[in-house]
């Protein structure tokens, strides 16, 4: 059982706006910057958020963040074959002194 | 270019022990807190252990007390020294770093650990 709670699918059409959160609690996501990866079957994950809403250089920004509370959530515009990946949120838990993980969602677009 | 290459993956028997190593170039190793984070097959990601650049160092509740990270400056390396290793512990592992988010990671390497 993750400390950060994510949908553990969420699918979309080509075109299509989907969002996939991750919840968290105070001790995390509700004082500390979220990001999130993507990570490719076999491949090592890639950043795609940086503090909470913020894209790395090279990333599109069909993807974007957002934060509020003890809520974070990625969304991705204009759906595209090519971002079928699972996803991930992560943060430093002042409680745990360490970086968690959610349990990440698998993106499928039908 | 940065590249972070991880060596020392392999089986181990339950027990046993294990360091992984690895090695980063194209950045300014000394400047930079490094990760260790692993995934089993199928799984999600879960992070094992950090340390700082002041060599500070932080671990996952599951690792702590029979894994130990460490850091080489001047070999431009990371290290995971690890002992008492059960199958819970199979896992590719990977390093990543990253000023921000961790925007660099290895190929990762694969540890089963399996009498």
């Known amino acids: 059982q993750s400390v950060l709670t994510q949908p553990p699918s969420a699918s979309g059409t080509p075109g299509q706006r989907v969002t996939i959160s991750c919840s968290g609690s105070?001790?995390?996501?509700?004082?500390?910057?979220v990001y999130w990866y993507q990570q490719f079957s076999g491949t090592a994950p890639k950043v795609l958020i940086n503090r909470n809403d913020q894209r790395p250089s090279g990333v599109p920004d069909r993807f974007s963040g957002s934060k509020s509370g003890t809520s974070a959530s990625l969304a991705i515009s204009g759906l595209r074959s090519d971002d079928e990946a699972d996803y991930y949120c992560?943060?430093?838990?002042?409680?745990?002194?360490?970086?968690?993980f959610g349990g990440g969602t698998k993106l499928t677009v039908l | 270019e940065v590249q972070l290459v991880e060596s020392g993956g392999g089986l181990v028997q339950p027990g046993g022990s294990l360091r992984l190593s690895c090695a980063a170039s194209g950045f300014t190793f000394s400047k930079y807190d490094m990760h260790w984070v692993r995934q089993a097959t199928g799984k999600g990601l879960e992070w094992v252990s950090g340390?700082?650049?002041?060599?500070?160092?932080y671990y996952a509740g599951s690792v702590k007390g029979r894994f130990t990270i460490s850091r080489e400056n001047a070999k431009n390396s990371l290290y995971l020294q690890m002992h008492s290793l059960t199958a819970g512990d199979t896992a590719v592992y990977y390093c990543?770093?990253?000023?921000?988010?961790?925007?660099?990671w290895g190929q990762g390497t694969l540890i089963t650990v399996s009498s």
């Open positions: 340390i700082g650049r002041a060599g500070d160092t």
């Open positions: 990543a770093t990253g000023l921000d988010g961790w925007d660099s």
């Open positions: 992560a943060v430093w838990d002042d409680s745990l002194s360490g970086w968690v």
């Open positions: 105070s001790s995390n996501v509700g004082r500390k910057n």
